[in-house]
């Protein structure tokens, strides 16, 4: 594992704040502190604050994209592409929980063109998303339901899996993958 350049450990360690605190809270002075540096110093490194928002929230939302990606360009069924965003969203939880975080609360602090950015980011994979549902009702693969329920009901529980995930103490991964998808495609109720 390569070691972390100054800017990456402050990004980090902002991440961490930002979690914690939520960004309003947390001060150029906060992650000076929490690095053990002068607040001066850190703009040897960095421009801002919202730079450091900007750079975990878009990079987590290039994850979800580069993901979609794969998955629309994939010739598998929507049943199948759903199961792969449903393990993708847990390996970005696993992987990205603190820029998730950031994702989810902080967003609307960006601003000017990395908003436009992130919100272009997020309406791009909520349709590819919805369109992928809408195939497999059109298939008969998923039963006829509204596909904004559908879409909501996953993507809200998958939006807040890394606040769950970190409170549960780390479930194993591959349980977590097969559990969620087998409750989210085939549900919970026990079909004799």
């Known amino acids: 594992m390569k070691a972390l350049s100054r800017k990456e450990e402050i990004i980090s360690t902002a991440s961490h704040l930002f979690k914690e605190k939520g960004y309003n809270a947390v001060t150029m002075r906060d992650i000076a502190e929490a690095m053990g540096m002068k607040a001066a110093s850190l703009y040897n490194h960095i421009s801002s604050k919202q730079e450091i928002l900007a750079t975990l929230i878009l990079e987590v939302a290039n994850e979800f994209t580069r993901g979609m990606n794969a998955v629309i360009s994939d010739v598998s069924s929507p049943l199948e592409k759903i199961q792969t965003i449903i393990e993708m969203h847990i390996d970005i939880t696993v992987n990205y929980s ?95």
């Open 98 to 192: 603190e820029g998730l975080a950031a994702l989810n609360n902080d967003w609307m602090h960006l601003e000017n063109d990395h908003l436009k950015a992130f919100v272009k980011m997020r309406t791009d994979y909520e349709e590819n998303f919805r369109t992928i549902i809408k195939q497999g009702i059109d298939s008969g693969e998923i039963h006829a339901r509204h596909p904004e329920v559908i879409l909501f009901s996953i993507l809200s529980t998958l939006r807040t899996l890394y606040v769950w995930y970190q409170k549960r103490g780390k479930l194993d991964v591959n349980v977590l993958k097969k559990d969620m998808v087998a409750v989210f495609l085939n549900g919970i109720v026990n079909k004799h």
